[in-house]
Nanobody, 124 residues
Framework: QVQVAESGGGLVQTGGSLGLSCATS????????TAWFRQAPGKEREFVAC????????DYGDSVKGRFTISRDRAKNAVYLEMNSLKPDDTAVYYC?????????????????WGQGTQVTVSP
């Protein structure tokens, strides 16, 4: 069982920036794609971004492409999400999730382990 924990959420104004971190208990040689999802009240869980086990391959949801950047530090078993040009529509609980795969899935049910989530609120 891989433990996953997010940190870094908070309140930011429109146009501002915020960084999220995801720490996992997995050993560095474990094949893990790590993703960020988000869920706003009354909405379905939405794919935000994911990064492959080697830290090179990435994929982004259309709503965040060009504004968010995902990165990985394999030595620290950590994945980061840098969020820029934030909008009120980015307000949600952000979840980190991991999958034992070489692929870059976008569907939540393809990820085996999830964190508890961290709240991001963007004020108008």
């Amino acid at each position: 069982q891989v433990q996953v924990a997010e940190s870094g959420g908070g309140l930011v104004q429109t146009g501002g920036s915020l960084g999220l971190s995801c720490a996992t208990s997995a050993r560095t040689f474990t094949i893990l794609t790590t993703a960020w999802f988000r869920q706003a009240p009354g909405k379905e869980r939405e794919f935000v971004a994911c990064i492959g086990w080697n830290g090179v391959s990435t994929d982004y949801g259309d709503s965040v492409k060009g504004r968010f950047t995902i990165s990985r530090d394999r030595a620290k078993n950590a994945v980061y999400l840098e969020m820029n040009s934030l909008k009120p529509d980015d307000t949600a609980v952000y979840y980190c999730a991991v999958a034992r795969t070489y692929r870059l899935p976008r569907k939540p049910d393809e990820y085996e382990n999830w964190g508890q989530g961290t709240q991001v609120t963007v004020s108008p």
